[in-house]
């Protein structure tokens, strides 16, 4: 199939999927897609089964998508920047100190804490593995997902401060966890005999920093360009090349591409709606950006329900895959627990932080976007994508749907009124 034949299918497929949720389940995009997939994924597995031939063709169709490709190069950039054009920048300056804090130190301990209870467990159970692998899953399971948990948050009735720490949160880790995971991966590429820790603490700096410059720089450029006219089907344009251009040059400047994005999308939704948009090219450009993530998530579920039928699957995979899960709680609890503990005299909390932050840190497609990048020359790509799937299903689908009671039981009376962030 060529590219066009391909985009057609999966469209096509995402559309249903959508109509589906829409019209029968009545769940959340997020939870209602995830679960869509799941029973396609499953669907396709029992037909290859019962009868091989039929499903021949689908099985090597999905096999010959370019998942990196799809998923890292192109769909990256365009969720993040729609997730930070919709932030409230103005509500999260109030809890600048808490998000930073948990987006650095919070990620860089959970990625290290995960790391180290998941290469135990596994060898353990007779699938051992390497550590930098393992680190490799830590980074990627670590960013909560803000895409996943915005449509929850509404409904659960969070108090607005908590809220706000959550979606800011998982804004920013989500940038942080991909620079972590890029310089890994890079490790994995040339090898750790190639690699000293100078170069590794560069590489990072260099991703980082980099990324953050350029998308100041290019938040800047798009605020004086769509400043000086006044015509939205040109300024959405404006917005989408501003994007991908700058995805491009990140790529090209070997610099973060995912923080620049979000760091042009804060700046955008921080300055230039507010001062050099009408009222008419701001809701357009917000239908716009709306429509693309809803789209692009729709698009996601279908690409992770596809890739689990091309799993070389076995039966030690699923204790691997719940160990996962507990892993992944646990760590995020204490990646919260401690930093507010170090932090108590700086950072004004409640004592129900810790628990609403960790079972209100969904994660979603990020992960499995970083997940799907892995090369395919990984041996240990496989259990990793089931064991990412496992913790990100459990995310999305239990703690998804079981967040607004949780939050109730947790504050009680305490609950206000939670306005959009």
């Not at 396709?44 to 999905?62: K, N």
Request: overall charge neutral; some cysteine; proline content about 3%.
């Amino acid at each position: 199939m060529n590219i066009f034949d391909t985009a057609t299918l999966l469209i096509a497929l995402t559309a249903i999927f959508a109509y589906l949720n829409v019209r029968f389940l009545r769940l959340p995009d997020t939870i209602g897609l995830m679960i869509v997939s799941m029973l396609f994924s499953l669907g396709i597995i029992i037909g290859h089964i019962v009868s091989p031939q039929r499903f021949d063709g689908i099985w090597e169709l999905i096999s010959q998508l370019d998942y990196k490709t799809l998923v890292l190069d192109v769909m990256l950039s365009f969720l993040l920047f729609a997730g930070a054009l919709h932030t409230n920048t103005q509500k999260l300056k109030s809890a600048w100190a808490s998000i930073t804090l948990f987006a650095l130190l919070g990620v860089a301990i959970s990625t290290v804490l995960v790391a180290g209870l998941l290469y135990g467990a596994l060898h353990l159970i007779g699938l051992p593995i390497g550590f930098l692998y393992c680190l490799l899953f830590g980074a990627l399971i670590s960013p909560t997902d803000p895409i996943a948990v915005l449509g929850i948050l509404a409904k659960a009735n969070v108090p607005k401060a908590t809220e706000i720490k959550i979606v800011g949160e998982s804004l920013f880790n989500d940038g942080v966890g991909v620079v972590i995971f890029l310089t890994l991966l890079e490790v994995v590429r040339l090898g750790t005999d190639a690699i000293t820790v100078g170069s590794v603490s560069w590489l990072f700096v260099k991703e980082a920093g980099g990324g953050l410059l350029l998308g100041l720089l290019a938040g800047y450029g798009l605020y004086w360009v769509l400043r000086s006219i006044d015509h939205y089907q040109t300024e959405i344009i404006i917005t989408l090349t501003a994007v991908m251009g700058g995805y491009w040059l990140a790529s090209w400047l070997h610099v973060s591409g995912p923080l620049a994005v979000v760091v042009a999308g804060l700046f955008i939704s921080d300055q230039t709606r507010s001062t050099a948009m009408s009222a008419v090219t701001q809701e357009y450009v917000e239908k716009f950006w709306e429509t693309i993530d809803i789209l692009l998530n729709a698009l996601l579920f279908v690409l992770i329900g596809s890739r689990l039928v091309s799993l070389s699957f076995q039966w030690a995979y699923v204790p691997a895959g719940l160990i996962g899960i507990v892993i992944m709680l646990v760590s995020r609890y204490v990646a919260i627990r401690l930093p507010l503990t170090l932090a108590r005299r700086w950072i004004p909390s409640d004592k129900e932080d810790p628990l609403i932050l960790t079972w209100g840190g969904l994660r979603g497609g990020i992960s499995i976007a970083l997940a799907l990048s892995i090369p395919e020359t990984v041996a240990e790509k496989d259990l990793l994508v089931f064991i990412t799937y496992t913790c990100v299903f459990f995310s999305i689908v239990v703690q998804g749907l079981t967040l607004e009671r949780f939050a109730r039981r947790l504050y009680g009376t305490k609950t206000g009124s939670v306005e959009k962030v």
